[in-house]
């Protein structure tokens, strides 16, 4: 296996602190609203760059390192640029942008209350995302899990009202819990391990440790990195976070929060228990179960959803564990197509939730019963709704299928056809939920919208370049940013040498 | 030359201070807060240079009147009585600043004598942790003790009768710790700490020197307030006035811990309570009980200051977690939670201390978001010790929990890690709850302050109330930042063979 070669760079460390700079500014210039958008969409570029500039590096097999300070003996507050560090924040910062522009004319059009903290926790937020894919090791991943749980906590309650309230405590109470057992877990494997750097393949080569011992530490980091991943049965959160604001939603809860906790999972699997110990301990058919389970109960439950963004959110569930689903595969392919389903579902969610924001700003419309006609109202919203969902489908051109493929791909490397067949499945529950919103929205006729048209720009202009990045990613994968031969790369990084 | 004298200054600062006050208050009565700053600033600084002095150079001894022991009484400036020395005078220092107000208010005719009282409490504290003699941290245990009583008597109508409970109970505790030292001194002759630590290993098979073991950790205990002998603590902290309760619930507790970690570390040895005898896994258990206890209750309490005083139950457990694990992280995690919640519990009194001055009370059941607007700092200052005391990183109640896990990982003690894992969790629950109510609840619900709600102006307290609150808030967020720094130093504070 090829050794990782580092540099020192303080990039990453910037990367991650340009939205806390900004926190200051924007509540300074709160009663400036126009002044305090500047102020996220300049970091929200800055950040985009700083991230960007560290591609070409991470592309040739160099991660830019940078230490901040030791945080208990040992253990540093470590930066660490990786590849799948780099693919994640490219993600996450570049979505950023989009959702800021959304985000201005969903509050402004909604006329949402406390809009300076919303803008305001959003960038601790972005910041906390960036700081876990660039995290070297457990505990600062951890460090920065624990604010991103606290960032968005604001965000869950926006609205104020009861039910935002619930959904608050129980967002609390899950990400806490979560929260607690990743440090039982840190605590275990310091104690084990001796450090807890992220290293490809794991950090347990060297040291012998039982069958017995090995599985409770991964119950414990599952429980701790499946919260936020929405692992069955520590979902339900999830669909009770979306009585925040629809931005929220999109980005948070379909791209940042969740896929943190995703990213936990490949961080567990990949680079802490390394897929030789995953295999002989029999840890990846734990995974494997979890993950099949979530995916097929995520999808039935979704088709009884008659709230859209509900809807959404259990196919996020659903989706989220493909991921799960593919690393837990242990096979090249699986683990390739899992790690870019991270990108692809990323567009194709947001484009969908943008989707349902538009709709609730313009008609204020949250049900899928009330939903007929509006394809005609709202024809560039809803033929973006239409890509994003055969995305998820898996119909091919859009990038969705390409994932789908090597998932599919990597369970029969694994000969594992149970897998595939809970793809095959999972594809047409999709169909299943998603095409009876599209029936509804252009081939029946609706009441009462007269005098209705799009949402304003500033919200449909990103729904129709995400949209059509969804399409252009599922064309040509490696267009942007080789984010497919990245998560190649990854892939092999971890898998390599590892034979069943 | 001064290094030499320090671990007998200290206490002398205080003890002169003390005198002075009544003697000057005659002459003026405004005097005699200046004075008490003085001397406070006087000997934290002292504390300062006396640490980096002793980190450096190693212990300082002290023969009081040049009597060499067994003879002579001994005081010892070692690295966990100076750091302990050193986090003492410098809390108090910030809570009798935040304290001016409300002293002027609460106790007007009566401050004098209270700021001399105050000085007695911090000689008894300072005498406690510098002594090397058990008969003589006796003698200081009964003066913070007595001082003690009287500073939280003049509190509210029930606080009289909350002190009285806390006067027998105290010197029960007292009176289990002579005897326990009495017994000690029959079997070795010498009360002096150092040698008896030295004649301790050739008879402790003696029974006697295990019923004085037990006598005087549950003495401690009661000094310590560890579950179930907490009895004295809710209502003397409720009732004392904020002042008292400031200042005794961040470092009160505290100083009996650390007489307790003096006695067991550094007298009886690691070895001997925690292997030979399950005196260390009793400790333990008992710590393990107040921390779900303590936690429990304060999700029930409906006033600020009595929610307080049950969390405060619940953190001095898990620095006898600590104790109780006796290996090196379980050490650590208890010193290093003897700093961080004198931080966190000073920081949490001052914020109701704050809310008193402003609006009588500190009801929880009247919290809503208008608090937010008008307290906006104070209410800034609260969040961010609430995070700390769930433990969230990179606040400094993070770092205590984190030794404390490793420690209980390395004993493989699963049940006490499982407990401080759930406390976290509750400790979320009483906090969120207030956090929610400020930063959501809005104040509809009394109709006249609902129309004027838009009306709401800021009213944060004064600077000398609110500026000792957001520094030891923001102490929270360094002390997290430079934990290893401090643990660094922690590991030379270990007694010798850890």
Redesign the interface.
Known sequence: MEILQTYNSIIPFYAIIVSIIAVPLIIISGKFPNLREFWTIFAALVKFGLVLSLLPGSIEGKAAIYSL?????GIE?ALKADQFGVFFALIASGLWIFTTFYSIGYVRGNDERKQTRYFASFAVCLSATIGIAFSANL?TF??FY??L??ATY?LV?HK?NKEA?SA??KY??YT??A???L??AA??T??YAGTLNFNPGGIFKSIKLSQGSATVLFLLFLAGVGVKAGIMPLHSWLPAAMAAPTPVSALLHAVAVVKSGVFGVVRVVGFIFGPEMMYNYGLNNILLAFAGVTIIAASLLALKQDNLKRRLAYSTVGHLSYIVLGVALLSPSGFSGGIFHIATHATMKITLFFCAGAIYVNLHKENISELNGIGKVMPWTMAAFTIGSMGLAGIPPINGFISKWFLGAGALQADMSTALIILVLSGLLNAGYFFPIIHRAFFREGKNLEGYGEASPLMVVPIVIMAFLSLLFGLFPDLFFNFFSTAVNVSSSVMGGFLR | MIERNLPAIIPLIFLASALLIPILGLWKKRISFPLAIFATLFSASLSVYGFIYVIINGTVRYNFGGWIPPIGIEYVYDPLSSFVVLVINFVTLVVLTHSYIPVTIDLEVKQTAYYSVVMLLLLGFNGMIITGDLFNLYVFIEISSLAGYALIAVGEKKAPFAAFRYLIIGTIGASFYLLGIGYLYFMSGTLNMSELAAILPMIKESPTILVALILIVVALGVKMAIFPMHGWLPDSYTYAPTSTSSLIAPIGTKVGAYAMMRLLFFVFGAEYFSKELPVGDLIAIFACGGIIFGSVMAIAQKELKRMLAYSSIAQIGYIGLGIGLANPFGFIGAVLHLLNHSFMKATLFFIAGNLRNKTGNSDITLFDDSYRKKYPWTMASFTIAALSMIGLPPLAGFFSKWYLVLGTIENSKWLYLAVILISSLLNAIYFFRIIEKVYMKSPTQSKDSGTNNFEIKRDEVSASMLIPTMILAAGLIVIGLLNVVIVNQIYKMMPVGM
């Open positions: 300070l030791e945080i208990a003996p507050l505990l951890i460090v624990e604010i749980t606290i604001p309650i104020e309230i608050g405590r609390l109470l806490l819990s929260g607690v057992i440090i039982a605590g275990l310091y104690t």
